[in-house]
């Protein structure tokens, strides 16, 4: 079971940026697809956004598109969640999720908030 390490969250204003990154230990990244998730307090864990292993094809859920950007760098088995234009509502501890075949493995999350 790969394991993920996230990073980068933090506190944030309204309308600013973070990036955020998952490193995965295993030498066989691009196998893996990475998504992103998010929960909120209170809340159910939501989907955010996802990236194939290699790269070439990502996903966003709607209220993200358009100001978040997920990409990934194989070399350094890290995959990152560009996020710009924040709104409060994106306050949420951020997880990270690789898959291969019927694996799955989670991260520890990381804290997101954003100040109005």
């Known amino acids: 079971q790969v394991q993920l390490v996230e990073s980068g969250g933090g506190l944030v204003q309204a309308g600013g940026s973070r990036r955020l990154s998952c490193v995965a230990s295993t030498r066989i990244f691009s196998l893996y697809g990475v998504n992103w998730f998010r929960q909120a307090p209170g809340k159910e864990r939501e989907f955010v956004a996802a990236?194939?292993?290699?790269?070439?094809?990502?996903h966003y859920s709607d209220s993200v598109k358009g100001r978040f950007t997920i990409s990934r760098d194989n070399a350094k088995n890290t995959v990152y969640l560009q996020m710009n234009s924040l709104k409060p509502e994106d306050t949420a501890t951020y997880f990270c999720?690789?898959?291969?075949?019927?694996?799955?493995?989670w991260g520890q999350g990381t804290q997101v908030t954003v100040s109005s």
């Open positions: 999720n690789a898959k291969t075949g019927g694996a799955s493995s």
């Open positions: 990236i194939s292993g290699s790269g070439n094809i990502t």
